[in-house]
């Protein structure tokens, strides 16, 4: 209806203008024909409306029955829903009840078995109790019967299961001794002996003096102003000292190092060889600098006589030094090279690898050229030196080895230390004087009566065994195993000897009777 009043309200505006128009003009006729024309469209906007109008229900009215419809689906799927959900919950509840009857039995089972347990458990402890009362009251008896506590009889117990354990043992060491030892001694002495025979080395002289004898008028020099400054130059780069004699006939050079006096040899003979020496300093240089290299040289020389590939430097420098290092008159640089040969004899003897053999000999003494710098076995210096510079571990173990101060490794620990025992031992190596044979059996025999039970000692093989004689009612079987371990190792501990010293321990049981 709005619309409808729209348009006539339009189409009387318009008849409205064109009247008003018409009027303007005085022209009836105009004023007529636009008053049909409104008067048409009026008539035809009346249809327009009209048609429009009955548009527009018929489409609300198919809008409506479409929402209605559409509603009505909704609500039967809404009430399906709802029955579905309302028949889930019933069944939920079914089962709730259900559990809650189960649940309720379970608790008054377990409940039942708490009391149950609860009652064990009573009963237990109280058969526990028991025990104690009736296991203290045996003890209380047993002890009265015994006239001992328990603790001492455990403690006799105790000994006596060592003592016996003890015994067997030492019994068992013994047959296995009796049995193997010959056998192992005889293949030892037999590759030791071929490779003795094999090997043709040197016979030491006496070592180089650390007392230089000065010729005449080298004293007087020495005592001047130019001396006495060259001495100072010499003790403050060297470290050794110069101690010149009252007599003025010799110098003593005092130091652990062997090198360095050495170098103080070298430069004083040359500062006494020349009327004048203008630059000190420069000449110590000079001579430090040709020892160097020679003792480099000494290192490779080394390597290369036993057919082996050239070490680090470092380690090639600790060979060359061990020329200028002596052990009971031996020359160690000599006495490596010795003990390299024959333990490759050995090896070769042995089936073992000829050059590690070689190498670990060769090498197990450079610990010595270090003993002045750092504190500790040279065996373990050497050691672990050549672990750091990359030497095999069989090497280095061989050489951490040949003290005894490193577990065994390998095959070739034990024939590093034959080879070094065979080079120093071996007749010629090593010059020692009366006296100091005299004072070391001496120690020998004191250091094996410091302990108790002993009635005898002697010391035998040039003082490389000692053979100690025991008391039979003080000293057990089972005991002496342990008393030879503690006189070697007291030996080991105060004493200083070449090579190894061997300790047998003697139990032995005499009857005597006298015929008439």
């Not at 024309?37 to 009955?54: P, S």
């Not at 070298?266 to 300093?281: I, K, Q, S």
């Amino acid at each position: 209806m709005g619309l409808t009043f729209l348009v006539v309200a339009i189409g009387l505006a318009a008849g409205l203008a064109v009247g008003m128009a018409l009027a303007a003009r005085g022209d009836r006729e105009v004023l007529a024909a636009a008053r049909g024309r409104a008067e048409r469209i009026l008539a035809e906007a009346r249809e327009a409306t009209g048609l429009t109008r009955r548009e527009a229900e018929a489409t609300a009215r198919g809008e409506v029955e479409e929402l209605r419809a559409l509603a009505e689906r909704e609500r039967r799927l809404l009430a399906e829903e709802i029955q579905h959900l309302e028949h889930r919950l019933a069944k939920q509840e079914e089962r709730d009840a259900e559990l809650e009857a189960a649940l309720g039995g379970r608790e008054a089972t377990l409940a039942e078995r708490e009391a149950q347990l609860q009652r064990a458990s009573e009963e237990a402890r109280q058969v526990r109790q028991d025990a104690k009362d009736q296991k203290r009251e045996q003890r209380r008896v047993l002890e009265a019967r015994a006239g001992r506590s328990a603790e001492q009889l455990k403690d006799e117990m105790a000994e006596q299961m060592i003592e016996d354990s003890r015994s067997r043992c030492a019994d068992r060491l013994r047959n296995l001794e009796a049995t193997g030892s010959d056998e192992f001694a005889r293949q030892a002495k037999r590759v030791m002996g071929i490779a003795m025979q094999r090997y043709t080395g040197h016979s030491m002289r006496e070592r180089t003096s650390t007392t230089m004898q000065l010729p005449e008028g080298a004293a007087e020099r020495l005592r001047s102003e130019d001396g006495a400054a060259y001495l100072a130059l010499l003790a403050q780069h060297s470290g050794v000292n110069l101690l010149l004699s009252d007599a003025g006939d010799t110098l003593r050079l005092d130091s652990s190092d062997g090198v360095n006096r050495e170098l103080c040899r070298r430069a004083l003979t040359r500062f006494l060889g020349e009327d004048r020496v203008r630059d000190p300093e420069r000449l110590v240089r000079s001579i430090e600098g040709d020892l160097g290299r020679e003792i480099g040289d000494l290192g490779r020389k080394a390597f290369r006589s036993l057919s082996l590939e050239v070490a680090k430097d470092e380690i090639v420098e600790l060979v060359g030094k061990l020329n200028f290092r002596t052990s009971y008159t031996q020359n160690q640089w000599r006495h490596s090279i010795e003990a390299a040969h024959l333990a490759g004899l050995m090896a070769a003897e042995l089936g073992l690898e000829i050059r590690v053999a070689r190498r670990g000999a060769l090498l197990h003494d450079i610990g010595k050229a270090l003993t002045h710098e750092l504190d500790g076995s040279h065996a373990l210096i050497g050691a672990d030196l050549a672990r750091r510079s990359g030497e095999l571990e069989a090497v280095a173990n061989a050489i951490g080895y040949h003290h005894g101060e490193e577990p065994l490794g390998s095959a070739y620990a034990p024939l590093v230390a034959a080879a070094d025992a065979l080079s120093g031992g071996r007749p010629g190596a090593r010059r020692e004087m009366v006296e100091a044979y005299g004072d070391r059996i001496g120690d020998l025999e004191r250091v094996a009566n410091g302990f108790s039970g002993i009635v005898g000692v002697h010391a035998v093989q040039a003082g490389r065994e000692l053979r100690v004689f025991v008391d039979e009612d003080r000293v057990s079987d089972a005991k002496l195993e342990e008393l030879a371990r503690d006189i070697a190792g007291k030996i080991s501990d105060e004493l200083v000897f070449p090579g190894q010293i061997r300790v047998t321990v003697i139990r032995e049981f005499r009857a005597v009777e006298t015929a008439n």
